[in-house]
């Protein structure tokens, strides 16, 4: 029987991805438009803050949505009355959920010293537990592009990563990390468990200010044994950050 890695889960993440009913709002009169960008702008702004979890919200490049909301929050419960308080504003009847993500920010135990703070032998204020803590509660970042995809470990006859001894799951891990210790500063990601939750293993959140950082980074990974072997991928989506006082400028076309 293979172990799994000790982990630990942080706050709970939805990733709601809306399209909007243009030719609605089109036809829509002046003053229900202009209630509804209020009451779209009022929910976005009195839903952030960086103490309990955060909210965001980006426009979606292509046909796959055209907005996503990004809520963090310690419970599920928040996020259910989240989604469901979005829904009941007139702006959401504008809007058709196309897809969502249910998701748990997540630390595990490959490296040594994460092993070590798993068992409880790491101080709370050391820079190691803040990190861990950085990563299960994390700020989300003021960049301008949001990369998200779920993703999955592979499970076929030939590579299966559930088969592996723990050893070589954190031999794969560490090149892995390696890699994505190159893009400090460029790229940040925020690593969500979903195992039980969604469809997919992890949802995979980055954020960059050039997207390009973001491609470079992936196509490095992709010859990672980590990816080239062992990742299955679903769809992805781009976005690019706005402040939800700019929702009448976005609904303007
Ligand atoms: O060093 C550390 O403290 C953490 C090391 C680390 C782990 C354990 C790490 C680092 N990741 C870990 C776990 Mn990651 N990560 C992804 C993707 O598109 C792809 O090919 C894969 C999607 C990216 C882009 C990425 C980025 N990582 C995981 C896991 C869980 C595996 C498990 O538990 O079995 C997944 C699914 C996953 C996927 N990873 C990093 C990055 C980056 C940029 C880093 C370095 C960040 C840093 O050190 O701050």
Redo the contacts with the bound molecule.
Sequence with gaps: RREP?L?EEGWYALHDFRTVDWDAWRDAPERTRERAVGEGIAFLDTHSDPETGGTAVYTVLGHKADLVVLHLRPTLDELDQLERGFESTEFAGFTEQTSSYISVT???G??E??REYFEGEVDDDSGLAQ??QS?LHPEIPDMDYLSF?P?S?RRTAEDN?YDLPFED?AEH??S??????D??GK???M?T?SVGLDDH??G?T?WADDMTD?KD??YE??F?P??SRF?E?GQFYTGRRFEPRDLPAFMAG
Excluded at 176 to 181: A, F, M, Q, S, T
């Design positions: 890695p982990t997540e630390a595990s490959y490296t010293r994460a990190y861990i990563r995809y993703m470990k990563w799951r891990m560490a892995h990390g390696d890699i994505g210790r893009y400090g790229v940040q990601q690593i468990g293993e992890w995979v980055l973001v980074l992936l990974m992709r990672d980590s990816t990742a991928f």
